[in-house]
């Protein structure tokens, strides 16, 4: 079970920008373990976008970066899979563990759930948290994330 989880204190201690957690689970396990004061109106866009990039096939590779807790999410397709890596850049940089496969439509699934309800949750608690520009992204990003995958294997 793939699950993104966004942490709730930047609701109760609203700011310009919200800054929490979040957490990449695999199976109950936290890929993102030291992500505790990310921009989330940073972080949640660029994984919705990346992801998103990958499911419709515009990309092979993303990348997100959680600058607070120095770590870069790596994303790259691989036929009907996205494989994850985490590499720390704290000195020296390193990957936290070996690239993890996950199934596409279930990380799909998983980011679209949580940005949607992170759009929704900043609608109401922090309305200038997002600029338009980067809303308008966001939602576009949450559209594409709603269309059917291509069905084309991508060579190994």
Excluded at 93 to 111: F, G, N, Q, S, W
Aim: no cysteine; hydrophobic share 45%; charged share 25%.
């Amino acid at each position: 079970m793939t699950r993104i989880r966004i942490g709730q204190r930047w609701k109760r201690e609203p700011s310009a920008s919200p800054l929490d957690s979040i957490a990449l689970e695999l199976d109950g396990v936290n890929l993102l373990s030291g992500a505790v004061e990310e921009p989330l109106a940073e972080v949640i866009p660029a994984l919705v976008e990346a992801v998103a990039a990958l499911h419709v096939g515009a990309r092979r590779m993303a990348q997100v970066s959680l600058t607070d807790a120095h770590l870069e999410l790596v994303l790259r397709r691989v036929g009907p899979d996205i494989e994850l890596s985490v590499a720390s850049l704290a000195r020296p940089a390193h990957l936290l563990r070996p690239p993890i496969k996950v199934d596409t439509e279930e990380l799909t699934k998983a980011t679209r759930e949580s940005g949607q309800r992170f759009l929704q949750d900043v609608a109401k608690v922090a309305p200038k948290a997002l600029s338009p520009t980067v809303a308008r992204k966001l939602g576009e990003a949450l559209k594409g994330l709603g269309k059917p995958a291509p069905h084309k294997e991508d060579p190994p």
